[in-house]
């Protein structure tokens, strides 16, 4: 059976692990190098701090593998801090794994919308919940990166071979349809 790996330094790791486990896919946790080293097919990089997980895996000597493993091909799905960790371009911050051929622009709602949710189309999914806390969005995207979803006149959801990237945070409600496309990626 497939296992999905989810990064696990810091952030809304166990939230990802609950959605794995209510689809039936079995995961591990990704906490020090030496896990680097166990079966997996596919990897989450969750919401949190996109400074602090970039400087955790480069510390715990696991930056390098994850990078190689997602340019080998392995699919990859990034939420809100993870889409920062996977942007070649990030306003506001550090680029970090640079392999996904957009621009992510930091705490781009400003303070006032700091946290908020709003409904849209995310891909084929229509009427997608999307819950964003001091997220990021896309500024730029360039082929062949292509737009899954827009809020606002933002790009907020992306798609680029193995790579999937939102601004929001799927994990964080009820509904499972992008972690179910995600396992189907
Ligand atoms: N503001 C965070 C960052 O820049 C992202 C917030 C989140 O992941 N909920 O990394």
Known sequence: MEKCAVLAVQGAFAE???????????YIELRQASDMRKSFDRLILPGG????????????????????LITDGMPVFGTCAGLILLAKSVDGGE????????????????RQLGSFSAVTKVGDIPDFP??????????ELSAPAEILAE??????????????????????TDDLRIHEMFLKM
């Open 16 to 26: 990802h692990e609950k959605s794995l486990s209510r689809l039936g896919c079995e």
């Open 49 to 68: 701090e996109s400074t602090v997980m970039g400087k955790l895996t480069r510390e715990l000597g696991m930056f390098d593998e994850l990078k190689s």
């Open 95 to 110: 680029v970090h794994l640079g392999t996904m051929d957009i621009s992510a622009k930091r705490n781009a709602y400003g």
């Open 130 to 139: 999307m819950v964003f806390i001091r997220a990021p969005y896309i500024s």
């Open 151 to 172: 809020w606002d006149g933002k790009i907020v959801a992306a798609r680029e071979k193995n790579m999937l990237a939102t601004a929001f945070h799927p994990e964080l």
